[in-house]
């Protein structure tokens, strides 16, 4: 399986098997989310696509291999808030998937390579593999919205795991507001 993010300049898709799309809507501070999420998008969304084939093409902006959960899987879409100074210490999630940054400016620092986000930057995180992220934005928010293929073991839990358990002693500030969990059913045949 693939998963794909895309905007609105993608023409239609007929074989993909789930959705999930992000709007912006208006900016409420870090307690609340910066968008809302649905299964269907309109014209200004971020759109992210499960697929059996790799997309590629006008509105596609990334597509990379998902390793699919053997017990049967959801489709998580949420978003991330980092107020000035935040800081997501070393750690995994048990689902793939992608990432938008929407305002504000990132480092992420993955096993061979760190990287300084910007707004409309997107990027693609294999389940289990460590990251950190830190906001550098001097004020305001930084914010990315993710889209995860997650075990539905971890509906409703969060999927954030420490690498090191005495990371749990330091300050949390990042807020993750979930948009939804939506399980796919997937045909056999």
Not at 12 to 26: G, L, P
Not at 98 to 104: M, T
Not at 144 to 162: E, N
């Amino acid at each position: 399986m693939f998963m794909s993010v895309v905007n609105s300049d993608l023409v239609q898709v007929n074989d993909a098997i789930a959705t999930a799309y992000w709007t912006r809507a208006v900016d409420r501070g870090a307690d609340a989310p910066l968008g809302v999420g649905a299964l269907e998008g309109g014209k200004d969304s971020i759109g992210f696509l499960v697929t059996a084939t790799a997309l590629s093409g006008a509105g596609v902006l990334g597509c990379a291999r998902v390793a699919m959960p053997g017990q049967g899987w959801a489709l998580r879409l949420d978003e991330v808030a980092f107020p000035v100074g935040a800081v997501a210490h070393r750690h995994t999630h048990s689902g793939s998937g992608w990432r938008c940054l929407v305002a504000g400016s990132l480092r992420t620092e993955a096993e061979d390579h760190t990287t300084i986000m910007k707004t409309g930057d997107y990027w693609f995180e294999p389940a289990h593999s460590p990251v950190r992220a830190v906001a550098l934005h001097g004020a305001g928010v930084t914010r990315f919205v993710r889209c995860m293929v997650i075990p539905l073991a971890d509906l409703g839990r969060s999927t954030f795991q420490l690498c090191t358990p005495k990371d749990a002693d330091l300050p949390r500030l990042q807020v993750t507001h979930r948009h939804f969990d939506h399980t796919v059913q997937v045909d056999a045949g």
